[in-house]
């Protein structure tokens, strides 16, 4: 294992925020989960992202802190190089089953935040396997009960987010989507639901911490 590579996609992905400051996790938040890192991670990532999905970082598996790192890669990065296509999506059964694993092994654990928790559990809201969705609602609700005061209220917004992927999975069997980018047919149903603006993964965080970004510009 090069440990400095490794290292590298965590202190990329977790730089360190200022104490307490509620504004600087919410930019980081929308950085993470806006689209805000693609243009870096094609830039600097794109090699060690090939790599990994050919199985060459396989070993990184074997502790906790370079398990996340190849989850990391696996389930976030390949979504910024592929954006759009259905790479996108072709690793999330291996980020699946090194999260299920991890958390067997008890890397998820040994773990010291809570979104570096986060983000070893997301690939199971990623998954359209009801068990998962059920585990990481678990998992995600127990986390924002556990934060601190300053973390809570967007940790609480992510289980939040993870209830309304068990929801969709419980009502379409899958993440509607993508169902055009996989090749799939919708439904009248999930046509319905795509029409209607009010996608999972582009829900707004809550008003009252948007209004902190508006306040400080």
Not at 63 to 75: F, G, M, T
């Amino acid at each position: 294992m090069k440990t400095q590579l490794y290292l590298d996609i965590l202190r990329f992905w977790f730089p360190i925020l200022p104490k307490s400051d509620r504004t600087a996790m919410i930019r980081q938040w929308q950085w993470w989960f806006r689209s805000g890192a693609d243009a870096e991670i094609v830039e600097h990532f794109a090699p060690l992202s090939k790599r990994a999905v050919q199985g060459e970082l396989d070993d990184w598996s074997l502790q906790p802190q370079s398990r996340l790192a190849l989850i990391i890669i696996l389930d976030q990065f390949g979504r910024s190089l592929y954006r759009g296509t259905n790479q996108a999506f072709a690793q999330d059964s291996k980020a699946c089953a090194l999260t299920l694993e991890g958390i067997a092994l008890g890397h998820y654990e040994a773990l010291k935040t809570p979104w570096e928790k986060t983000f070893f559990i997301l690939p199971l809201g990623h998954s359209e396997e009801m068990e998962n969705l059920d585990l990481v609602v678990n998992l995600a609700a127990q986390l924002a009960q556990d934060s601190s005061l300053e973390e809570r209220p967007l940790l609480e917004f992510s289980a939040a987010q993870a209830r309304r992927h068990q929801q969709i999975i419980k009502k379409f069997g899958r993440h509607p989507h993508r169902n055009e980018i996989l090749g799939r047919t919708s439904t009248l149903e999930e046509l319905e639901y795509l029409s209607s603006g009010q996608l999972v993964h582009q829900h707004p965080i809550p008003p009252h911490l948007a209004q902190l970004l508006n306040t400080c510009g």
